[in-house]
């Protein structure tokens, strides 16, 4: 089994900054892509910013010039720094990973519990 831990999440005013971590733990032969996405109250989950299985990066176009994904492949972390936040980025954010647990095993999509990022004055 594979666990994603989520951390960094909080209140911000309008301007700020914040950065999250998610940290993959378990039964973890490789990691293929992994990233982040957010639900708003009312809406449809959406990606923020990801690292494909060939790593590269993507982002949607609300975030780009803002956030910034990196990855630490020897601690098997992605993290996610925000910057010039603004009140529509308030969600919760969720980690994701597409994983094989071991070799020739099937790769499966897992998912952290969430962290809720909320931008106000």
């Known amino acids: 089994q594979v666990e994603l831990e989520e951390s960094g999440g909080g209140l911000v005013q309008p301007g700020g900054s914040l950065r999250l971590s998610c940290a993959a733990s378990?039964?973890?032969?490789?990691?293929?892509?992994m990233g982040w996405y957010r639900q708003a109250p009312g809406k449809q989950r959406e990606m923020v910013a990801i690292?494909?299985?060939?790593?590269?990066?993507y982002y949607v176009d609300s975030v780009k010039g803002r956030f910034t994904i990196s990855r630490d492949n020897a601690k098997n972390t992605v993290y996610l720094q925000m910057n010039s936040l603004k009140p529509e980025d308030t969600a919760v954010y969720y980690c994701?990973?597409?994983?094989?647990?071991?070799?020739?095993?099937?790769?499966?999509?897992?998912w952290g519990q969430g962290t809720q990022v909320t931008v106000s004055s």
């Open positions: 994701n990973a597409d994983v094989r647990t071991t070799v020739g095993a099937a790769r499966h999509d897992y």
């Open positions: 378990g039964s973890i032969f490789r990691i293929y892509a």
């Open positions: 690292f494909t299985s060939e790593n590269n990066t």
